[in-house]
């Protein structure tokens, strides 16, 4: 949590050298993180390991961590996507860049992802039911028997998988491909221009052009998100193998 923490205190200051499309992005995934370490660590783990009988195994809030553990793994993960696509059209896209690369396309794309992705996790809080009644309160989470046998809930649970993380996953590899892709052949043509040859390049000659250097600061962005959001799903995934 702290690591999040510092991240959204420091981008959110604007001092990163960041246009604010990407800094808007950047701090939503830190902050959905964020809540996923709070949701699945501290209160799922820590709390509830120690805690065994307090308030967190009321069902009513054992559904609620779960819906929010639900909605903001998704929610992450598309960010990571919105942020892709936006540093896709910015390098790729040179006439939709001023329209699309902007702080209130950013802002508009954020809402949208966390509306409708709170609107489609809404069923996982219905998956659980409570494990017994103490004092007319009920406590404990199971999961509901009709989730095996029913098939909305399996239509609805193969929704939940194509949408994250088969088709994130799909649009994440094949934007960046697109988008290293094209960064190569423009800094090969630029070097060109510039008149740099092969044995130029390999001396490290045309790292003094700072066009060639922001796009390769490009690439390793793009990639060290990209592995950021895979190693944090996968690592969810494992916790919570029935979600995911």
């Not at 200051?13 to 960041?18: Q, T």
């Not at 190569?184 to 052009?209: F, M, T």
């Not at 060290?224 to 690592?235: E, G, M, P, Y």
Request: with cysteine; hydrophobic share 50%.
């Amino acid at each position: 949590p702290t690591a999040n923490l510092v991240s959204i205190v420091i981008l959110s200051r604007g001092k990163c050298g960041l246009s604010k499309c990407i800094t808007r992005y950047l701090v939503a995934m830190s902050v959905s993180d964020l809540i996923l370490v709070f949701t699945e660590v501290i209160l799922s783990r820590i709390i509830s390991y120690h805690f065994p009988n307090s308030f967190l195994f009321i069902t009513p809030v054992c559904r609620l961590i779960f819906f929010l553990f639900a909605t903001t793994t998704a929610t992450s993960v598309w960010f990571t996507v919105s942020f892709t696509f936006d540093r896709y059209v910015a390098i790729c896209c040179q006439k939709l860049k001023t329209k699309y690369c902007t702080d209130k396309t950013a802002c508009v794309v954020i809402a949208v992802i966390n509306v409708l992705f709170i609107g489609q996790n809404i069923p996982w809080y219905f998956l659980l039911t409570s494990v017994q009644i103490v004092t007319n309160i009920p406590w404990g989470c199971e999961i509901n028997p009709d989730f095996f046998t029913s098939l909305t809930w399996a239509a609805f649970d193969l929704l939940d998988i194509i949408l994250t993380p088969i088709i994130p996953f799909l649009l994440i590899m094949l934007l960046n491909a697109l988008t290293v892709s094209h960064i190569l052949v423009a800094s090969r043509a630029r070097s060109r221009l510039w008149g740099y040859s092969s044995a130029d390049r390999n001396r490290g000659a045309s790292d003094s052009d700072p066009e060639i250097k922001n796009r390769r600061k490009s690439i390793v962005l793009l990639f060290a998100v990209s592995a950021r959001q895979l190693k944090t799903h996968s690592r969810l995934s494992y916790a919570f193998p029935g979600h995911g």
